[in-house]
């Protein structure tokens, strides 16, 4: 990745625009502020867990159709339910708590629910 060429190429306001991007990525959890928050946790679904969510289950909303594990649209599992899988692992999917920060798996967590309007 070569951010600065990208940067030098755009001018400034790229630069700026990456910087506040960032910021905000690192305040979604603390500050629990709805779009951010989700943003972060789409983006933990997809790229930033190692291997990512994506991989293995199926989330419409994150475009994501792995078959390895369940379909979260269908299992539709509380905030608290996801956030105990990736924080301890279950059966064949591991346990993300090394990898991931609270944030983000609270984030991750947050737009699970969220997104497959888990029954409360
Ligand atoms: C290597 C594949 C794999 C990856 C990567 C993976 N999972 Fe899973 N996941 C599974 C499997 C398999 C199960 C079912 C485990 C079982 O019931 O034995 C599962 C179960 C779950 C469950 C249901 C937990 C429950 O209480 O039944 C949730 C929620 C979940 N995963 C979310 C995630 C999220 C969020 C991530 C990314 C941080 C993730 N998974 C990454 C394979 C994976």
Do not use: Y
Request: charge should be neutral.
């Amino acid at each position: 990745m070569s951010v600065p060429g990208r940067c030098s190429a755009r001018g400034w306001l790229c630069c700026a625009a990456a910087v506040a991007a960032a910021v905000m990525g690192g305040d979604a959890g603390a500050q629990g502020d709805g779009a951010a928050r989700r943003e972060l946790g789409r983006e933990v679904f997809l790229s930033r867990a190692k291997p990512a969510c994506a991989v293995c289950h199926t989330l419409e909303a994150a475009g994501a159709t792995g078959a390895v594990g369940p379909v979260l649209d269908e299992l539709r599992p509380d905030a608290d339910r996801v956030a105990k899988a990736v924080r301890n692992g279950l059966g064949v999917m591991p346990s993300f708590r090394a990898l991931l920060s609270e944030a983000e798996i609270e984030a991750v967590a947050h737009f699970v629910a969220t997104a497959t309007a888990a029954p409360k």
